[in-house]
């Protein structure tokens, strides 16, 4: 079957085409909030060429659906002003506070946030749910479910139920502000020794299912380079902080916060130690990894880093990409199939990579449709979380480097390390695991050593050493 594109109004359609269009217009009508969360439709070769995998950012469009076919449903609608805990709390705000801010600092589809001090002199931030959010979440599930099966009947190559089920899984959680206080709790508690990260203080004393009360923590949003410069943190140095942070999450922990956008990632200066500092808010939205699930990961992203695409192959089929391998692998790393042969951490993305991966985006839709539809669920919020990270990344200029990726192969060498030592009850082979860990993470940092004196004459026979020198380390 051909393959056709519609690049522009003046495009030829191929044979066949115009009873698509038409049917996509009629679709359009009503289904536009669906359609526009994909971008476009396209009608695709079914047989696949790796070479030909630029469509990355395809993903950023599909694997972030679930939320934001309900944020846009939500956003639409007249939102009453503030809830019943809200006029609660106005009408007894004199006894809970010394000042309250009745202008929000940020309102979003489910609540919005206001600045008080309390009577000990403490400033908060009051998190309040928007009335007949409850309700009201239940009709948008059903209205998306009804989309989703309208898109099904026009176009059976296309499934998207799986939106749906992220949704009624996921919806719940964010709506109670309690679970979204014990996150905050579990991440802060889990990365106490990272300095860097500050997670705002919960008040349980005040808080409630659609009220919750945090300590205030200002700072400028992590993609606000004017603020970093006028403020003197090194937009470099943040970049790295935050992907540290979520290697941690995923590789090590495999506990993870998948909202990171600009609002919710803050950056700043302690105030004590002058030091920067990441401060991560709105914890509603978490993924749990089971431990084959991170186990599977971590392999995956070391053999992606190493360029051993065996096992490339390997675990991207025990994570269920089939034979869409290659696809799966370009949508993890946002690089094209000829990148990730060619090994993700020698180059950065160029203007003409970038140039490749959006115009072919287009070319392999129904196939990321499948894909996403066989993955395991854990995944998909996953890809979210990754297309957020590295947005913040385009923002800042600081797409991946290779230092960030030899950050994420730390996490997952400790990782499979903890999990051997797990598995065996002998003391001289947890020793043997252990010095197995610290001589491939001693590797890791001299790799690093080597790229930070790239430029020298020298470097281009201690790189040609190190190669020789370094196995695969697994």
Known sequence: MESSLWKTPSTALSP???????????????????LAAS?????????LDPNDFG???VGRAVATTAVISYDYLTSLRSVPYGSEEYLQLLSKIHDLFMSFDDTPLGAASLAQVHKAVLHDG???AVKVQHPKVQAQSSKDILLMEVLVLAVKQLFPEFEFMWLVDEAKKNLPLELDFLNEGRNAERVAQMLKHIDFLKVPRIYWELSTKRVLLMEFVDGGQVNDRDYMEKNKIDVNEISRHLGKIYSEMIFVNGFVHCDPHPGNVLVRKHPGTG???IVLLDHGLYQVLTEEFRLDYCHLWQSLIWTDMERVKKYSQRLGAGDLYPLFACMLTARSWDSVNRGISQAPVTATEDSEIRNNAANYLPEISQLLNHVPRQMLLIFKTNDLLRGIEAALGTRASASSFLNMSRCC???????KKKSTCSSFRRAQISFSE???LWQINLHELILRVKGLKLASWILAFLCWLLPTPY
């Open 55 to 57: 469509a990355v950012r």
């Open 39 to 47: 971008g476009f439709f396209l009608y695709s070769n079914k047989y």
């Open 16 to 34: 066949g085409s115009g009873d698509m269009a038409r049917r996509a217009l009629k679709l359009a009508s009503w289904t536009g909030m669906a």
């Open 413 to 419: 060498i400790r990782a499979l390390a903890t999990h």
């Open 122 to 124: 403490r400033t908060v």
């Open 438 to 440: 610290a001589f491939n």
């Open 275 to 277: 030091r920067a500092e």
